[in-house]
């Protein structure tokens, strides 16, 4: 039988680009001393009666070889291997004495496997590409290797490339499993770290599955059998009606499901956002997916937004009635102009400050320091050490605040014409402590001058007097008294603090 001519350039030849994408591919396959191709090489090896038989992935400059069986070593094949893939007429290349085979002696391939004499190499084809090979040998020449027995090892040599191909599919579906086992694991963790509930809901059973985050927000257990109407039911009593409404519309409608709602079992609130994700042959919804978020701390900003601009609205009103009635008193009191607006710029002044203050507190409170040092360090115009605070920081309310400010103030300014302040050598303390009684605490804060000009009581009360005493009228059960020693005036004031006594924070 006269054999199929050989090229001379089997490097080129096996350097072809889509054979080698293909070898590629099989790389990463751990498919050495794979039972199944040690298998098949068992049944070249039988079928054949050569001494030996292997199986072989073929690459442009080496082969790897894949299973072996037979009494003969395994041997270098490249050579070989190569040349029955590069015959693209030839089903099996067949060398019955390799010795005297002048096709093979003249590319000197004889020396890769000198003991060998008879050979027989079926390539092996995958995705249209000869990669591999499966070869029977022997050291003894052979006069014949019928059709038979070439179609035989033919068909072996398609088995293993089926089997390379099933594995290396086999391999890549389990790549692309892991890949999305991978993107679903990250994509969980996102939503766990987003705090988002992923969940699916079959309507044809009313089965609800979900993510470990959407049990936990609902407050129900994900070991048992969870279904749509236990979702329902985690649901506040309140909101219930409304939330199973909106999903029965969105059914109706073919529109997404949305609505806020809160959880029965903690009060959380989430934001349920759903769709239909599958619908039978009849149009009727099958699957519904969705998530839920929580919108807890969103919805407890609004709400204290809400509350914070109601306070506002009602702190303006107040502030508004107060101005009016600063106006009023200091206008009655002075017929010149300049000399209304320096007294009832002050005043506005004070109640501005106060209100910074409680604006940056978002109206809880002021510190009863800052409020002082605000209001009254100002005045100290020769030296800042004539004001002595002695006390411990507590929280004000906003009436007690805006009350003492303006009893701060007046005592300030009258301080700075008249009093203490008017002086280099004059001093001014403010101390102050908290009276704890049987149903609630008072704050009790004394304003003692020293050092001043000698003081005598006022024949007649003026406006700044009769505004410290009536400063705190917004505030019940408190009180401001004023005692006119030699040594300076003296103020009395007296609020109740209720529960506002915690000390002031930082």
Same mark, same amino acid.
């Given at each position: 039988?006269?054999s199929p001519?050989?090229?001379e350039?089997l490097?080129?030849a096996?350097?072809e680009?889509?054979?080698?994408d293909?070898?590629?591919?099989?790389?990463?396959l751990?498919?050495?001393?794979?039972?199944d191709? %040690?298998?098949?090489?068992?049944?070249?090896?039988?079928?054949s009666?050569?001494?030996?038989a292997?199986i072989?992935?073929?690459?442009e400059?080496q082969?790897?070889?894949?299973?072996?069986?037979?009494?003969?070593?395994r041997? #270098?094949?490249w050579?070989? @291997?190569?040349?029955?893939l590069t015959?693209?007429?030839?089903?099996?290349?067949?060398?019955?004495n390799?010795? !005297?085979?002048v096709r093979?002696?003249?590319?000197?391939c004889?020396?890769?496997?000198?003991?060998?004499?008879f *050979?027989a190499?079926?390539?092996i084809?995958?995705?249209? !590409?000869?990669?591999?090979?499966?070869s029977v040998m022997?050291d003894e020449?052979r006069?014949?290797?019928?059709s038979a027995?070439q179609e035989?090892?033919t068909?072996?040599? $398609?088995?293993?490339g089926?089997?390379?191909e099933l $594995?290396? %599919?086999?391999r890549q579906?389990? @790549?692309?499993v892991?890949?999305?086992?991978?993107?679903? %694991?990250r994509?969980a963790?996102?939503?766990e770290?987003?705090?988002?509930?992923?969940?699916v809901?079959d309507l044809?059973n009313?089965r609800?599955?979900?993510n470990?985050?959407?049990y936990?927000?609902?407050g129900?257990?994900s070991?048992r059998?969870v279904? /749509?109407?236990?979702v329902?039911?985690?649901?506040?009593?309140?909101?219930f009606?409304a939330m199973?409404s909106?999903?029965t519309?969105?059914?109706?409608? #073919?529109q997404d499901?949305?609505? !806020?709602?809160?959880?029965?079992?903690?009060?959380?609130?989430?934001?349920?956002?759903g +769709?239909?994700? @599958?619908? %039978?042959a009849?149009g $009727?919804?099958?699957v519904?997916v969705?998530?839920?978020?929580?919108?807890t701390k969103? $919805?407890?900003?609004?709400?204290?937004t809400?509350?914070?601009? +109601?306070?506002?609205?009602?702190r303006?009103k107040?502030?508004?009635?107060?101005l009016?009635?600063? &106006?009023r008193?200091?206008?009655?009191?002075?017929?010149d102009?300049?000399?209304?607006?320096?007294a009832?710029?002050?005043?506005?002044?004070?109640?501005?400050e106060?209100?910074t203050?409680?604006?940056?507190?978002?109206?809880s409170?002021i510190?009863?320091?800052d409020? *002082?040092?605000k209001?009254v360090e100002?005045?100290a115009?020769?030296d *800042?050490?004539?004001?002595?605070?002695?006390g411990?920081d507590i929280?004000?309310?906003?009436?007690?605040?805006?009350?003492?400010g303006?009893?701060l103030h007046?005592?300030?300014? #009258? &301080?700075?014409?008249h009093?203490?302040?008017?002086?280099?050598?004059?001093?001014?303390?403010i101390?102050?402590?908290?009276e704890?009684?049987l149903?609630a605490s008072? *704050?009790v804060?004394?304003?003692?001058?020293s050092n /001043?000009?000698?003081?005598t009581a006022p024949n007649?009360r003026g406006?700044?007097?009769k505004l410290?005493?009536r400063?705190?009228d917004?505030?019940?059960?408190?009180s401001?008294?004023?005692?006119y020693?030699?040594?300076?005036?003296e103020a009395?004031?007296?609020?109740?603090?209720g529960?506002?006594?915690?000390?002031?924070?930082?």
């Amino acid at each position: 039988m006269k054999s199929p001519p050989i090229s001379e350039n089997l490097f080129q030849a096996m350097s072809e680009p889509a054979r080698l994408d293909v070898l590629s591919s099989l790389t990463p396959l751990a498919i050495e001393n794979d039972t199944d191709f %040690d298998n098949v090489a068992a049944l070249a090896l039988s079928t054949s009666g050569a001494a030996a038989a292997q199986i072989s992935l073929v690459d442009e400059r080496q082969s790897k070889v894949l299973a072996h069986r037979g009494t003969l070593g395994r041997a #270098n094949m490249w050579t070989f @291997e190569a040349a029955a893939l590069t015959i693209p007429e030839a089903s099996c290349l067949v060398i019955l004495n390799a010795a !005297e085979d002048v096709r093979f002696s003249e590319l000197h391939c004889v020396t890769h496997a000198p003991q060998l004499r008879f *050979i027989a190499v079926a390539p092996i084809c995958v995705s249209d !590409e000869c990669i591999g090979a499966v070869s029977v040998m022997s050291d003894e020449t052979r006069t014949e290797f019928t059709s038979a027995e070439q179609e035989q090892l033919t068909r072996l040599a $398609k088995v293993a490339g089926s089997l390379i191909e099933l $594995k290396r %599919d086999s391999r890549q579906g389990d @790549e692309r499993v892991a890949t999305l086992h991978r993107d679903d %694991d990250r994509n969980a963790m996102a939503l766990e770290v987003g705090n988002v509930g992923s969940w699916v809901w079959d309507l044809r059973n009313g089965r609800f599955t979900g993510n470990r985050m959407a049990y936990e927000m609902l407050g129900l257990d994900s070991d048992r059998t969870v279904s /749509g109407e236990d979702v329902f039911r985690a649901m506040h009593p309140d909101d219930f009606p409304a939330m199973k409404s909106a999903f029965t519309r969105a059914l109706a409608q #073919n529109q997404d499901y949305v609505g !806020e709602f809160r959880v029965a079992s903690s009060g959380q609130w989430l934001l349920g956002r759903g +769709r239909i994700f @599958e619908r %039978d042959a009849s149009g $009727k919804p099958v699957v519904a997916v969705g998530v839920n978020i929580d919108i807890t701390k969103t $919805k407890t900003a609004s709400e204290k937004t809400r509350f914070l601009l +109601r306070e506002l609205n009602h702190r303006v009103k107040n502030t508004l009635a107060m101005l009016q009635s600063l &106006a009023r008193q200091t206008l009655s009191r002075t017929s010149d102009p300049a000399e209304f607006m320096e007294a009832f710029s002050g005043r506005l002044r004070a109640i501005s400050e106060a209100h910074t203050l409680l604006s940056d507190r978002e109206w809880s409170g002021i510190s009863l320091v800052d409020l *002082i040092t605000k209001q009254v360090e100002p005045y100290a115009i020769f030296d *800042i050490g004539q004001i002595e605070l002695v006390g411990e920081d507590i929280m004000l309310p906003p009436d007690h605040a805006l009350g003492l400010g303006i009893a701060l103030h007046e005592l300030a300014t #009258n &301080a700075v014409k008249h009093g203490a302040l008017s002086v280099a050598t004059g001093h001014v303390r403010i101390v102050w402590q908290l009276e704890v009684g049987l149903h609630a605490s008072r *704050i009790v804060i004394r304003w003692t001058e020293s050092n /001043g000009p000698r003081v005598t009581a006022p024949n007649t009360r003026g406006l700044g007097l009769k505004l410290i005493e009536r400063s705190l009228d917004k505030v019940l059960s408190s009180s401001v008294r004023l005692s006119y020693p030699e040594t300076g005036i003296e103020a009395i004031v007296s609020m109740p603090i209720g529960d506002q006594s915690d000390p002031a924070a930082g």
